[in-house]
């Protein structure tokens, strides 16, 4: 492939063109990236995919976005910009499904587009997703790149923590996740709603169970417990709910059993035989999450702390009692995962992708048995 490549943008809001929530911002990487051309961005919203195309236009990258246009249908893109490669950012009911409008993997598959796509992959039980699953593992081997945004897999951190795990030898015995969202500021109501959001186990402390997964190994999904608070106990009550866009308070209008819970707790067994637990939270206020990843061996004990932010690890080594803090605030891992796609779209070599989907899904249906296990349900 020569000449600079043609990408379109599915979805015109935070994940892709970047907000005060948090860093990510696929533009603005493939920005840095070079090589490349916006030729496309849909959006329902168009107003908002001209919004974000008139500032893109007058920002230093101008010149990348000249020829884009916004298009209220993806369909419609797809045939009149013919990109070669999209980003599906789009909230987690709006895409993975069959039909339209949710079809955007399948009619991408089908027009022999590559994806980058943004967890998770959809909002339904994972039994529901098996026809995509199937028509993207078939599209991976003809070829097509299908990357899945498990942004923290190209961390620097993480991959010194595989490092030392490789080299202390004895595997991990433990894996001990917490995030704790600030709830105060989400502004979106599909976010509160468990049928359009997935749930915040599936939505958002899914990049936590997916590190779980790449460290810990496989786990036994018979073997996840969860609770949760419950959604008529007092503990539900939460006395900072932002005011939302269609102009209620929190989730005031979403039935209680779908509400998105305040707590969940889970514990579960990896194939290993080590044991792992996740604690997530939708209980801060402000717009600061706080997350931690512990993990234990024989021996030694890692965290890794605010992933998102001024990003740490602290490594206590076998045979050592001292705990050394590494440093790692200037990694960029959203711009490491968008190089790794756009090369091996370019290359047609897909091994630097970290997060296929079929791997993704793993994580998807992990993020359900604790979902699931915390409604009191069982897996099937
Ligand atoms: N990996 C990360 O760190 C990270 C960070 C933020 C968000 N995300 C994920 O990205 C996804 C999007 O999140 P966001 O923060 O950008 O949400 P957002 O609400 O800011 O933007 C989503 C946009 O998608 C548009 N949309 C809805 N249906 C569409 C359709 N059929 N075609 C085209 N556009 C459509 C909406 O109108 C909206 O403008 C979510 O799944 C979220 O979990 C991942």
Redesign the pocket.
């Known amino acids: 492939m020569s000449g600079e490549l043609r990408i379109a943008l ?7 063109f970047g ?1 005060a ?2 860093p ?1 911002d696929h533009a603005s990487r493939l920005e840095q990236v070079g090589g490349v051309v916006v030729v496309g961005v ?4 168009t107003k ?1 995919a001209q919004r974000v195309l008139a500032a893109r236009r007058a920002g230093p990258a101008g010149a990348m976005y000249a020829s884009a246009a916004a298009f209220a ?2 369909h419609e893109m797809l045939s009149a910009v013919r990109p070669e490669a999209v980003f599906i ?4 009911h ?2 993975g499904a069959t039909q339209p ?2 079809d ?1 993997e399948l009619a991408c598959a089908a027009a022999g587009v590559h994806m980058f796509l ?3 992959l959809g909002s339904v039980p994972p039994e529901e997703l098996a026809p995509v699953a199937e028509a993207l593992a078939k599209a991976a081997e003809a070829g097509l790149v299908i990357s899945v ?3 923290f897999r190209y961390s620097r951190a993480v991959e010194t923590m595989q490092r030392i795990l490789d080299e202390a030898g004895g595997g991990v015995r433990a894996v001990i996740a917490r995030y704790d969202c600030a709830y105060s500021e989400i502004r ?1 109501t ?1 976010w509160w709603d468990v049928r359009t959001s997935g749930g915040p186990i599936v ?2 402390a899914t ?1 936590f169970v997916d590190l779980s997964r790449l460290l810990g190994g496989e786990a036994e999904l018979d073997s996840v417990q969860a609770v949760r608070i419950d959604p008529h106990s007092p503990a539900a009550e939460l006395a900072d709910m932002p005011v939302l866009t269609d102009g209620t308070r929190g989730d005031q209008t979403v039935p209680a059993e779908f509400r998105a819970p305040r707590t969940t707790a889970a514990v579960w067994r990896f194939e290993s035989g080590a044991v792992g637990s996740l604690t997530h939270g939708t209980l801060l206020h402000g717009q600061k999450y706080e997350s931690e990843l512990e993990i234990w061996g024989d021996g030694l004990r890692m965290v890794l702390a605010d992933p ?1 932010g001024d990003c740490r690890l602290m490594v206590r080594r076998p045979h050592s009692e001292r705990t050394e803090t590494i440093p790692f605030g200037d990694d960029d891992p ?1 711009l490491s995962e968008v190089q790794a796609f756009i090369h091996a779209v370019r290359s047609g070599d897909a091994s630097g992708i970290r997060s296929p989907y079929a791997d993704a899904l793993r994580t998807y249906e992990l993020t359900w048995a604790i979902r699931r296990a915390s409604e009191g349900k069982c897996r099937h």
Not at 10 to 16: D, E, P, S
Not at 89 to 92: A, E, L
């Open positions: 599915i979805g015109a809001g935070g994940v892709n907000g929530e948090g990510w849909a959006d329902p919203d908002r249908d993806f950012g789009v909230p987690p709006a895409h409008p949710g955007m943004e967890k998770p945004g498990y942004v979106k599909e939505e958002q990049h998102y959203y």
